[in-house]
């Protein structure tokens, strides 16, 4: 099993330092990466489930995260849970992912994409919310073209976007690879289609999970699709030999404080 941490300014805050602090002694505990969520704008009446959420809440952009944990640190794998593919153009994403990938000497492995759930937030982006999901397999489509293409160039033609001969350099160390995230069968179908692995949210009933990762494993029709999970900071290692049962391949938590991410590593040691 693997084990990824999260960090959310919208609870953690936007301090340089704490978000430094926490990078580096997720990476010196020995966990994998360290993920970040995504919204590009709020507004009044905005819910997260029956939720409303505060119009303040600092979310900042996970890329621009990303890239200064990666000065910051050496080995910790960067990660977004989700970015908000919709509302963002591919051919502009392509580069900036590959730019971090670059820079962080091959560590943007741990992208996850998702549809956004918000109808204010994608029209304030341009976006017709209906066509998200859409979109979304376009722009998956358009990004592993991107980095796929030589000096001659790559071309498309779809309902959303288009180009022809068109070059991106720098292009990934390695391809990147795409997680799906969602909480439902069409995200499930989405991961098995275009995914190279499911990172479902929600309060799932658990025969819903089960179905959804059937799913998503029965459409890849690969052996090799990781199974991404939220996880308490209270686990033991009952609970997370039930997660293997289940498939699950990696595990997120988000331990509170600098001694929680050591007494949670020193629990499983993820350090040794």
């Known amino acids: 099993m693997k084990f990824a941490v999260s960090y959310s300014t919208p609870f953690y805050g936007m301090d340089p330092d704490k978000l430094v602090g926490y990078a580096q002694r997720a990476e010196a505990c020995g966990f994998e990466g360290l993920y970040v969520p995504e919204h590009v704008a709020l507004y009044r009446g905005a819910t997260f489930g029956s939720v409303e959420m505060p119009t303040t809440l600092p979310y900042a952009d996970p890329l621009d995260l990303l890239a200064f944990v ?109 997680h799906i995230g969602g909480s439902s069968r069409a995200a499930a179908r989405r991961a098995g289609l275009r995914g190279d692995g499911y990172f479902p949210g929600g309060a799932l009933p658990p025969a819903e999970r089960t179905a959804q990762w059937d799913l998503a494993r029965t459409t890849s029709g690969r052996d090799d699709l990781e199974y991404t999970r939220w996880a308490s900071t209270d686990l033991t290692p009952q609970s997370v030999a039930a997660y293997e049962a289940q498939g699950v391949t990696r595990l997120v938590v988000s331990p509170p404080t600098l001694d929680d991410l050591s007494a949670f590593a020193e629990r499983f040691g993820l350090n040794a």
């Open 70 to 178: 990666a000065a910051a640190t050496e080995r910790l794998l960067l990660g977004t849970a989700v970015l908000l593919l919709p509302y963002h153009h591919p051919v502009v994403l392509a580069k900036r992912l590959a730019t971090i990938d670059g820079l962080s000497k091959g560590r943007m492995r741990l992208l996850t994409v998702g549809l956004g759930s918000l109808p204010g937030e994608a029209e304030a982006m341009g976006v017709d919310f209906s066509t998200r999901g859409r979109r979304t397999d376009e722009a998956i489509d358009v990004l592993r073209l991107l980095w796929s293409g030589d000096a001659d160039g790559v071309s498309h033609t779809g309902e959303f976007f288009a180009f022809e001969g068109l070059c991106s350099f720098p292009q990934p160390l390695a391809p990147l690879p795409i």
